[in-house]
């Protein structure tokens, strides 16, 4: 299995609250993507990292920020949660960018109340 | 935008019976990935096909590619209940871009 970490597992917070995601990785991988999925939408891209500080918006980023200060990890944050970002999210990293197996974290579960 | 579409989108099987599901994309493909996904897990990468008619097999589970590059199946022969969970495709659309994920289709298996 890819070394691929996330945290927390499990969050409920209330909305309005700013929240962070982690993600890490042991594999030094280049690439780093941040999906979030939901019934009967699938697996959605927000954002994706393509190096230290390098970060490029996915098809729905609007509510998020990324930050990539260093190759292993890569933080996803919701500045002011709302309902509709209740989902689980998850991490995905790649050696190659869009080819080349990609492989993806355990998943953080977001409730937003 | 490439758009893939899973066909069926949820499947119920005896076990011991075959199955297939479908990944049909909107664009040639350049790479199509199959994933599987167990209920409230991650995603665990199956199998990778690249070239026309290629088509790949681990243990029960066998993936092609169709000649044109835009449909891709996935066969279960003898289905068990370890092989409950959502199955995704993912497709790699050429040009420099992330990978974009079919709806998933959600496989039941029961005694």
């Known amino acids: 299995d890819a070394g691929i970490t996330q945290s927390p597992r499990h969050k409920v917070t209330e909305t309005g609250t700013p929240v962070t995601l982690r993600c890490h990785q042991t594999e030094n991988h280049r690439y780093m993507y941040w999906y979030r999925q939901d019934p009967g939408h699938g697996l959605r891209l927000i954002h994706y990292?393509?190096?230290?500080?390098?970060?490029d918006k996915g098809e729905v980023s609007d509510g998020y920020s990324v930050s990539r200060s260093k190759t292993e990890d890569f933080l996803l944050t919701l500045e002011s949660a709302t309902s509709s970002q209740t989902s689980v999210y998850f991490c995905?990293?790649?050696?190659?960018f869009g080819a080349g197996s990609t492989y993806f974290g355990p998943g953080t579960r977001l409730t937003v109340t | 935008s490439q758009e893939l579409e899973q066909s069926p989108q949820s499947l119920i099987v005896q076990e011991g019976k075959n199955l297939t599901i479908n990944c049909t994309s909107s664009k040639t493909l350049y790479g199509l990935y199959w994933y599987k996904q167990k209920y409230g897990e991650g995603l665990i990468f199956l199998m990778m096909?690249?070239?026309?008619?290629e088509e790949k097999s681990h243990e029960k589970i066998t993936a092609k590619l169709d000649e044109k590059k835009q449909q891709s199946s996935l066969h279960i022969t003898a289905s068990q209940p370890s092989h409950a969970g959502i199955y995704l495709c993912?497709?790699?659309?050429?040009?420099?871009?992330?990978?974009?994920f079919g709806k998933g289709t959600r496989l039941s298996v029961i005694a």
């Open positions: 995905a990293i790649s050696e190659t």
């Open positions: 993912g497709a790699d659309g050429g040009g420099n871009t992330p990978l974009v």
């Open positions: 096909l690249q070239k026309g008619g």
């Open positions: 990292s393509y190096g230290v500080k390098d970060t």
